[in-house]
Structures are given as C-alpha cells and as structure tokens.
C-alpha cells in the first residue's frame, strides 16, 4: 500500500518536478532570438528580434546590443514566429466534457480541484499563458490560482469567478435531482439583497471576477437560453457592489433579452451571446461591452455528445442553440462589437483550445482580429493589459513560438511548438 501510494504521489508530483527543473536558471538574464516577432498590435511580422528578459518581465525588445545581452541564456527561435502568450477568456479547468451530466453528481470539489491541476496543464502547454475561469463549484478554480501562483503546479495565470450567481432553477443551478434531495450550486442567490451578499460572499473568498448566469443555457437541465434569469435590479445590484468593490462583471447570456439586460446594467461582458439581435449588437457598441463568442464548441459537442453520454434533452437544447449563434454572431463580428477569445473549454476537451481561431475567422474575423481577441482584447477585458497581451518592455514574459505566420494560417495556434509563462520555459519541442 505504501509503495503504491509513493508511486502515485511520484505521477501527481511529476509535472511539478519537471517544471522546478524548468525554473532553476543558471544566468540572471534570458535573450530570445526571434527569427520573426508577430507585432499583435499591427499585425506586422518583424524580422530577426531579441527579446532580453530580466527574471519574469520583459526588459527589452528589438535588436539590443547591451551587455546584459551577451551574458543572457539564449533561447534560439529564430526558426519561428515568436507572438504574444494567449489568453482564454472562457474556461471551466476544473471541468471534462464527461462531467456535463448526472455523472458530475458523484464528484467531490477536491476530485474536481484535482480535474483542475489536470487541465490547468494542458492549457498551458497550448500556448495559453492566462486564463478568465468563470464558474467553478466550492471555489475548487481559487484553489488551483493559489496553487499555480504558488508555483506548485504548472499552470496559466487564472483570473477566477468562484461560484457563478444563479437564479433558483437558472443555468447556474443544479437542477437534476429531485426535490427531495434540495440540490442547490453555491451561486444561487434570489433578490437584490441576496445577490449582493453573494457578490461579497465570492469576493470575500478570493473571487478575481464575478460570472452571473443572465439568460438560462444549453448543458442544464429546465431552463430556457432564450429566457432571462435576474431581473434589471437584481443585476443592476450584481454589477454596482461587484465594480465598487473593483471586479468585472462576466455574463452568461444566450436570449436576445437576457443580453439587453445585462449589457444596460452595465457587465464587461456577455459570454455566448448566441441569440444577439441588433438593437444588442447596437447597445453593445455604445456601452463597448466585449462579446466573447464560444463557438468550436459546437463542432465538438454535437460530434461526441453522444459517445460521452450527455442527457438526451442536453443535446435537443445543443443542436438548436449552436448552430443558430455561428449565424448570430456573424452578424455581431460584421457590425464591429469589441471580441474577446473564449472557448468554454470543459464542453470540449481542454488544450484543444486554439481550435477556436479558424472558427472565428469562417464566422468572418480576420486572422488578425481573431489573434488580436485572444491577446490585447482579452487583456483588456480581464483589466491587465499592464501585464499581458503583448511582447513590450515592462509585461510579464508570457511568450510563445508557433511553426508558421498564423496571420497566413490561423490553423497553426493548435499547436504550440514553445511556452514561456513568467520568463520559465515550459515547452520547447522543435
Ligand atoms: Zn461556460
């Protein structure tokens, strides 16, 4: 028994290892030989770049002489195109697609904790130095932000919702047991004074961000995507105590109404957004509340449901709503509504996250608009764009290689040949 315990304790621990290997650095300084540097920004490629990083933020950019320079550890990529780390703005990390129905009712917050560490290593190593995780029982995903940062475990810097406010009976709730059995998520809150305590409740254990579940949705069972959950007090008292007390405010939203009523009430964000219509779309651009459409889930999902078991009425619900947003959004992306990237990863396997940039750009963003959504527009979604989103003097050292120009081929984010998070290297494959 003790053996056995020893050796799984060596699996779980084995990424840690790999990554304190990773850390442990000879030099004080680390020169990147960027062969070709994507300006984010522009969408300029720029030719034979070093990048001079000091510790865990970029120092320098460009062609730089100094002489910290020429002591630095070198990391040649100058057979690749250096850009930005990404950023995913819609993550469950502590969530699998098989987890969608009554088969989630048998796992503990710890076990899902643990689905966390799991996941929070795959994203990472696709090339997602930071992710906004919105909605996750028991505050599981603070856990696994605290145990990243902590550097315990590899990981992308997480921006953390905790619990997702609910409606009794909303999205948000759980409601696939019986009455008898007073199944209830920990967001669930009815009325204004109630939201608001859940509002300091979540930030009082640690919540970076608030998710508030605004319309019903797809993978919950009696609800409706198109009806609205709260009402305007209800989210105008969600969005008012969470940006007083200076967290952003992510909104579930499918049906046409339950947007308008978050976008009036004032959240940063409208997740989904399937059934947007125009006077949406107009309100949108007015208050400049980011859209984060979460579309390849659609291709995934109706592929596998099936074969992973996801109840019957989860899938009616999934084969209207997925195909009509990609129609929906089309229309939002043409009319010039402000996109972050976001991919709902749990309805999908996570690390197939980059999968999301050749669907944005066949529902009519550019290749550049869509690269632009997952680094400096998500950066300024989450409110870190001091940080992240971009390869600049004084930003964390998130940077990434892929193979080829993904402004010629989006299809090149799927896979990220070389991951640095924090000036660390977690991934350099050839
Ligand atoms: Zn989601």
């Keep these: 028994m003790k053996k056995q315990w020893i050796a799984l304790l060596g699996l779980l621990l084995f990424p840690a290892l790999l990554a304190a290997q990773t850390t442990a650095k000879s030099k004080p300084f680390t020169l990147i030989l960027a062969g070709k540097l994507l300006d984010v920004r522009t969408g300029k490629l720029l030719i034979n770049q070093k990048i001079l990083i000091a510790g865990d933020r970029i120092e320098a950019v460009g062609q730089i002489e100094t002489k910290r320079a020429l002591n630095a550890e070198v990391i040649d990529l100058s057979d690749k195109v250096v850009l930005p780390g990404l950023i995913d703005a819609h993550t469950h990390l502590t969530m699998d697609p098989q987890d969608m129905g009554y088969s989630s009712l048998g796992l503990s917050i ?42 315990e475990i590899p990981g992308p810097r997480i921006d953390a919702s905790g619990p997702a406010l609910s409606i009794t009976g909303g999205h948000c709730d759980n409601n696939l047991l019986a009455p008898q059995f007073h199944a209830q998520e920990d967001g669930v809150a009815d009325g204004v004074e109630a939201v608001q305590k859940k509002v300091r409740e979540n930030i009082k254990f640690g919540a970076d961000v608030i998710k508030v579940c605004a319309t019903g949705g797809v993978l919950s069972k009696g609800d409706d995507p198109n009806a609205s959950a709260f009402t305007m007090a209800e989210l105008e008292a969600i969005v008012n105590d969470a940006h007083r007390l200076g967290r952003k405010v992510a909104a579930h939203a499918h049906g046409a109404e339950g947007i308008k009523f978050a976008v009036e009430a004032g959240v940063d964000s409208i997740e989904h957004g399937s059934f947007i219509n125009e006077e949406d779309i107009q ?148």
């Design 283 to 430: 309100l949108m651009k007015q208050h400049g509340t980011y859209l984060v459409p979460t579309l390849y889930l659609g291709d995934w999902f109706l592929e596998n449901a099936e074969a992973i078991h996801v109840p019957p009425f989860m899938i009616e619900k999934a084969k209207v709503v997925m195909p009509a947003a990609r129609a929906n959004l089309a229309k939002a992306f043409k009319e010039g509504v402000k996109v972050a990237f976001g991919t709902d990863a749990a309805v999908y396997p996570h690390g197939l996250n980059g999968r999301e940039f050749a669907v944005m750009v066949q529902v009519g963003l550019s290749p550049l608009a869509a690269l632009q959504a997952a680094t400096i527009n998500a950066a300024d979604l989450l409110g870190w764009s001091q940080n992240i989103g971009a390869i600049e003097p004084g930003k964390w050292a998130d940077i990434i290689a892929v193979n080829q120009n993904p402004l010629d081929d989006v299809h090149t984010l799927e896979n990220v040949p070389f991951v640095m998070k924090s000036g660390v290297v977690y991934k350099n494959e050839k």
């Design 110 to 151: 710890p076990r899902q904790a643990l689905t966390g560490a799991k996941n929070a290593r795959l994203t990472l190593m696709a090339g997602f130095t930071t992710v906004r995780n919105v909605a996750a029982a028991g505050y599981s995903d603070i856990a696994l932000r605290d145990s990243i940062n902590a550097g």
